[in-house]
Nanobody, 125 residues
C-alpha cells in the first residue's frame, strides 16, 4: 500500500498562513480523493477539505471555505493544504488520507483507509 508522508505545520500567529504537504511514497496515489482531516484535543476527527485526484474537484468544510485551499500535483504524487487567515480554533493535528470512494462519500472519515502520520498545527491568539 502507498504510504502517505506529511510535512509542514507548526506554530503560527492568528491571521498567518501555513502549508501542509502529503506525499504518496512507494507507489502511485490511486484513490478517488486525498482528504484532509483534523482532530483537536477532546474532539473527534473532522473533515476539512478534499481534492479528487483525477479531476481536481475540491470540497471544503464550511468553516474553512475561503481560507483554505487544497490542491494536488499528480505528477509528483503530492497533495497540499494551503491554510490562510488561520484562527486559534484551527489548532489541531491535521491528517491527510486517501479514499473517499466518490463525491457522495468524500466528506466521510469512514471512507478513507490510508492515513498520513499527522502533523500539529497550532495557532496562537
Amino acid at each position: 500500500q502507498v504510504q502517505l508522508v506529511q510535512s509542514g505545520g507548526g506554530l503560527v500567529q492568528a491571521g498567518g498562513s501555513l502549508r501542509l504537504s502529503c506525499t504518496a511514497s512507494g507507489g502511485t496515489f490511486s484513490n478517488y480523493a486525498m482528504g484532509w482531516f483534523r482532530q483537536a484535543p477532546g474532539k473527534e476527527r473532522e473533515f476539512v477539505a478534499a481534492v479528487s485526484w483525477r479531476e481536481g474537484i475540491t470540497y471544503y468544510e464550511d468553516s474553512v471555505e475561503g481560507r483554505f485551499t487544497t490542491s494536488r500535483d499528480t505528477a509528483e504524487n503530492v497533495g497540499y493544504l494551503q491554510m490562510n487567515t488561520l484562527k486559534p480554533e484551527d489548532t489541531a493535528i491535521y491528517y491527510c488520507a486517501g479514499g473517499g470512494l466518490g463525491r457522495v462519500w468524500v466528506r466521510s472519515r469512514s471512507r478513507y483507509n490510508n492515513w498520513g502520520q499527522g502533523t500539529q498545527v497550532t495557532v496562537s491568539s
